[in-house]
């Protein structure tokens, strides 16, 4: 069978047959056999969304791929007969191959093999490969599913590792359900291209107001995964904690990593749990971006060491959530030797490319004190082979053109920035700060920027957002998730989802194809699968969830 047709947008009556068909087979697979767990109790109110009339898509994709077209021939059958072949000798690759396996390893007992560079391919096979034009870019992907088996290509891993999350969403989500074993499974026939809009496609999370250990941040790992979002940007100080070790200023975690929000005892990551974070993030082709915040959000640090306040005299632990009070004594030389060694330590642990270093509501210092604080600790970033990132703050100080400014507050003007060569990432509280409240009903979360609903989180453009910051000047998005309301990961996931898959569409799919009524329809469609994953999603009134 080749007959495909194009299913971009996938509520067209003449898709109908298909879809509900496909529909039909994947409820099957989805409903016979062993109960989905029962998912744990939202902490937020889960008003129930009216029933859609419109059908049920597929595939729900999200985000939005570039093409999608649905062939009409039978689905593809997947058992532990099926091979995985990995037409490449790139480590890379292979891992892929090997991440496939693994969430195939519920079609039955065992689950399909792996084998590399196959010389002949039976029927039925997945082919995973590196045959694409890497002009295109190395995290596109084109995939097809035909009667005769599964063609995946990309440039690089990456690209590949895409093209396996889409075949993921396209599989039933019964699959991610460990005790669904065995359950035999077919792939409908679909033919799609992909590439993303922009290479950053981001999320934050705020390990400093309140703790969240190695497990919780694999878990985070894996769902942004899941959207093919690739950075992880870890707030890893703040007023109230410190969060990662300093073999050379020892006491920031001995003391300052003892405490969060609401006096509860906090946590931090010794070096060895840090690289096991980055390693599971490459694993998943996320980078990780820390961020240690400077000059101020600094109490953690400063009642660890006294000499590193001005007066020589350390204030006590603070787990209250106001912001503004806390700065390093910019003026005194010790300030400097502990950055530096703070930034050397954590620049050897990360391989990824960019150091963030905060400089978000200093209120103690002057626009000339603050912009010289942030030139030396550019530098210092630059001497430690890394480009340095900074809140939208930073803009007062004279950037080098590698170095990145993170857009947060409404209404700023970056043009500047653009105009002289950074680049910008652009997280607009209004838009992209996942802490703030869903609607008033929410009782978790802040309000400071507005309530932010999905469709909020979804209907914006980065690229017209700010005056004379146009798509060259922006690499990307991200959704910041700060911690002072949420204390477990659970609360964590009631606040990300789904508004982080609208954040990862944002980041991802061409603007002229994104529609909000198209996308509440995918986006209805991953409800399912989230529930298998026990994530612990808000069920906004906006979205027509599919049971
Ligand atoms: C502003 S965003 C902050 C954080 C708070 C957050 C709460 C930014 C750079 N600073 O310190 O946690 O608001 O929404």
Redesign the pocket.
């Known amino acids: 069978m080749n007959d495909f047709r194009p299913a971009s947008r996938l509520r067209r009556s003449a898709a109908r047959a298909v879809i509900i068909g496909a529909a039909l087979f994947l409820a099957s697979c989805a409903t016979g056999g062993k109960p989905t767990p029962p998912r744990p109790p939202s902490p937020t109110p889960s008003p129930v969304a009216a029933p859609s009339p419109t059908p049920a898509p597929f595939p729900a994709l999200v985000p939005l791929p570039v093409s999608v077209r649905v062939g009409e021939g039978a689905p593809l059958p997947v058992t532990p007969a099926t091979t995985i072949f990995v037409q490449s000798t790139d480590p890379g690759a292979r891992f892929v191959g090997e991440f496939l396996a693994g969430l195939l390893t519920t079609v039955g007992p065992v689950g399909p093999s792996v084998a590399q560079m196959g010389a002949a391919i039976p029927d039925g096979s997945v082919v995973l490969s590196l045959d694409l034009d890497p002009s295109i870019g190395g995290e596109a992907y084109d995939l097809k599913v035909t009667s005769t088996g599964v063609t995946l290509k990309a440039s690089s891993p990456a690209g590949l590792f895409y093209g396996v999350q889409t075949l993921r969403q396209i599989l039933p989500p019964i699959l991610e359900h460990d005790a669904a074993r065995p359950r035999p499974i077919a792939i409908p026939q679909v033919e799609i291209m992909d590439r993303p809009r922009f290479g950053w496609r981001g999320a934050m999370l705020?390990v400093a107001?309140h703790f969240f250990g190695v497990e919780d941040v694999k878990r985070y790992l894996d769902l942004l995964a899941l959207h093919k979002m690739n950075r992880l940007h870890l707030h890893l100080s703040d007023d109230q904690g410190w969060r990662l070790e300093i073999q050379s200023w020892p006491n920031l975690t001995a003391m300052g990593g003892r405490t969060e929000v609401g006096g509860t005892v906090g946590g931090f990551y010794t070096q060895e749990q840090y690289k096991e974070i980055v390693a599971y993030a490459r694993e998943r082709f996320i980078d990780i971006v820390p961020e240690i915040d400077m000059p101020g959000?600094t109490n953690a640090a400063l009642s660890s060491y006294p000499e590193l306040n001005c007066d020589g005299v350390a204030p006590p632990p603070y787990t209250d959530i106001k912001?503004g009070f806390s700065c390093l004594c910019v003026a005194d030389e010790r300030t400097y030797v502990f950055i530096e060694d703070v930034i050397r330590e954590i620049a050897a642990l990360t391989p990824g490319p960019f150091f963030h270093v905060g400089g978000?509501?200093v209120k103690k210092l002057g626009d000339a004190a603050y912009a010289q604080f942030i030139n030396r600790a550019q530098d210092i970033v630059e001497r430690q082979g890394k480009r340095m990132i900074g809140?939208d703050e930073v803009a007062l100080a004279s950037l080098h053109q590698g170095s990145v400014v993170q857009h947060?507050r409404p209404g700023t003007k970056l043009a500047n920035v653009a105009l002289n060569g950074s680049k910008l990432i652009m997280s607009p509280?209004n838009r992209a700060?996942i802490?703030m409240q869903y609607d008033p009903s929410t009782y978790l979360g802040?309000f400071?920027a507005g309530r932010i609903e999905v469709k909020d989180a979804y209907s914006w453009d980065p690229a017209t957002l700010m005056e004379g910051v146009g798509e060259d000047s922006i690499l990307g998005v991200e959704a910041?998730l700060?911690t002072?309301t949420l204390a477990n990961i659970r609360e964590v996931e009631s606040m990300a989802f789904p508004r982080l898959a609208a954040i990862a569409e944002v980041g991802w799919s061409a603007q002229a194809a994104r529609d909000w009524e198209d996308f509440r329809v995918r986006l209805g469609g991953q409800g399912p699968r989230w529930q298998a994953m026990g994530v612990n999603f808000y069920r906004s009134p906006q979205i027509p969830w599919r049971p």
């Open positions: 705020d107001r959000h912001v978000d509501e809140w947060w509280a700060y802490d802040l400071w910041p700060w002072e």
